[in-house]
C-alpha cells in the first residue's frame, strides 16, 4: 500500500518499469475514491526527468498534489497504472491519502485568574 500526503509533492517509488520502459511513453495514473468512486487521473511523461526517474530494479515517480491538482477526498483510493500508448495494466494496488495537518485543532482556554473559579458541578 502506497502512503500519500495532500498539498505537497510525493515521491513514489515502484517497481513497475522493469522490462517495459522502453515500450511506454507515458503513465496515467489512476485514482479512485472507495466510497465515491470519484475518478482523478494523472499523466506522467516518461522523458520528464523532473518527474520521472528510473534505474534497472525500479522507478521514482514526482506526483505533485498541490493546488488545483489535490485528490477529492482523503482516505483509501484504488491505484491503477496504465502504461501508454499501448494502455497496458502495469499496476493495481491501493494507496492512502492523508489530508493536511490542522494547525490549531482545538481552542485553548486559559483562565485570567489563578484560583480557577470556573466550575463544573454535577448533581448526584
Same mark, same amino acid.
Given at each position: 500500500?502506497?502512503y500519500?500526503?495532500q498539498n505537497?509533492?510525493?515521491?513514489?517509488?515502484?517497481?513497475?518499469n522493469q522490462n517495459?520502459?522502453? =515500450?511506454?511513453t507515458t +503513465?496515467?495514473l *489512476?485514482f479512485?475514491?472507495?466510497m465515491?468512486?470519484e475518478?482523478k487521473? %494523472?499523466v506522467?511523461d516518461l522523458?520528464?526527468?523532473n518527474v520521472?526517474f =528510473?534505474?534497472v530494479? +525500479?522507478?521514482t *515517480?514526482?506526483?505533485?498534489l498541490?493546488?488545483?491538482?489535490?485528490l477529492? %477526498?482523503?482516505?483509501?483510493?484504488?491505484?491503477?497504472?496504465?502504461?501508454?500508448?499501448?494502455?497496458?495494466s502495469?499496476?493495481?494496488?491501493?494507496?492512502?491519502?492523508?489530508?493536511?495537518?490542522e494547525?490549531?485543532?482545538?481552542?485553548?482556554?486559559?483562565?485570567?485568574?489563578?484560583?480557577?473559579?470556573n466550575?463544573?458541578y454535577?448533581q448526584?
Amino acid at each position: 500500500m502506497l502512503y500519500i500526503n495532500q498539498n505537497q509533492v510525493n515521491t513514489l517509488t515502484l517497481s513497475i518499469n522493469q522490462n517495459s520502459r522502453n =515500450f511506454f511513453t507515458t +503513465y496515467t495514473l *489512476i485514482f479512485t475514491h472507495v466510497m465515491s468512486s470519484e475518478v482523478k487521473e %494523472y499523466v506522467i511523461d516518461l522523458f520528464n526527468p523532473n518527474v520521472y526517474f =528510473f534505474n534497472v530494479r +525500479y522507478c521514482t *515517480i514526482q506526483l505533485d498534489l498541490t493546488g488545483d491538482n489535490n485528490l477529492p %477526498y482523503e482516505g483509501q483510493y484504488t491505484l491503477q497504472i496504465i502504461g501508454e500508448p499501448n494502455s497496458v495494466s502495469l499496476y493495481n494496488g491501493f494507496c492512502m491519502v492523508d489530508g493536511s495537518v490542522e494547525t490549531n485543532p482545538f481552542t485553548e482556554y486559559l483562565s485570567p485568574n489563578e484560583t480557577n473559579e470556573n466550575y463544573i458541578y454535577i448533581q448526584d
